[in-house]
């Protein structure tokens, strides 16, 4: 598995963003928060990670959703493949970490600011793995407002044709994109639905539980089924900090001084509601 640390915890990773976004004066925190704990559990239980970013038999983790990097920076702060000077140079000039998923950044696979085509990245990796023969899995990130574009369809009917038992498809479902509610902006129904339809092996659950997310990451790809398989995860837009969550504005706001310290010590006092004990 990962080398990741098993002793830390949601709210340390919600922490780095939080430094990462002040620090470099950057939008997209709210699209983050929603993703820390699936990325979380699977970094920490399901990647094989190998000998780092480098290796060529690793698991490979897509971030479709690109918007939501931060998150995928913080784990990889966790695991040491990132050091604090990337953490509080972020999106200042000459780093090499920018607002958006970038190819160029060791354990990144994609380009993917431009939503609707990593899947289709995801789904090459997943072909060739099973073409050679090889044990490695592909963890696809979607956001639901990018289940508008036809390629991510496009490429689930392919993952489904070739029978692509190597691939996972996740939907970060938190119920918005940049300009408003999904269902609003153009209402994809129930994607559980949608995906059963389309080959996938589907199921929905809470985005935000740890224990769930684990445990049907784990049974789906331990799967007798034919083909891939897909989670809708139902999350919370700025999950962690109460004036965040479920307010689109901070998909593009930036921190003060004052909120940055407000929601730095919101996560401090749900970290000492836990008896300080980390996940």
């Known amino acids: 598995m990962s080398a990741i640390p098993a002793t830390y915890a949601s709210t340390n990773l919600r922490r780095t ?101 990593g899947l289709s990245v995801g789904v090459g990796l997943a072909y060739g793995a099973l073409r050679r023969g090889t044990t490695q899995k592909v963890y696809a990130i979607l956001g639901d407002g990018e289940c508008n574009e036809g390629s991510i369809w496009e490429a689930l009917l392919f993952a489904a044709h070739f029978k692509l038992t190597n691939l996972l498809v996740i939907v970060d479902a938190n119920g918005f994109q940049a300009m408003g509610p999904t269902t609003e902006v153009m209402d994809t129904g129930s994607l559980e639905d949608k995906f059963r339809a389309f080959g996938f092996e589907a199921c929905t659950i809470d985005g935000h539980d740890e224990n769930v997310l684990n445990e049907t990451i784990g049974r789906l790809m331990a799967s007798s089924f034919p083909g891939p398989r897909a989670i809708i995860a139902r999350t919370s837009k700025g999950k962690g900090v109460s004036f965040m969550e479920g307010r689109n504005l901070w998909h593009y706001s930036r921190l003060t001084e004052k909120n940055y310290q407000d929601a730095l010590a919101e996560l401090e006092m749900v970290e000492a509601g836990r008896g300080g004990v980390r996940l």
């Not at 239980?45 to 920076?73: F, N, W």
């Not at 958006?100 to 990144?108: C, Q, R, T």
């Open 17 to 117: 963003i939080l430094r990462m976004a002040y620090s470099g004066s950057t939008v997209h925190i709210a699209c983050a928060f929603s993703l820390v704990e699936i990325l979380a559990v699977l970094y920490r239980q399901h990647l094989c990670l190998g000998t780092g970013p480098k290796d060529p038999e690793r698991d490979y983790l897509i971030l479709s959703k690109g918007h939501g990097v931060m998150a995928q920076y913080a784990c990889l702060h966790e695991l040491g493949w990132l050091n604090e000077k990337h953490i509080q140079g972020y999106c200042t000039d000459g780093t090499p970490l920018k607002g958006l998923s970038d190819a160029d950044v060791p354990g990144l696979e994609v380009n993917s600011g431009s939503l609707g085509h």
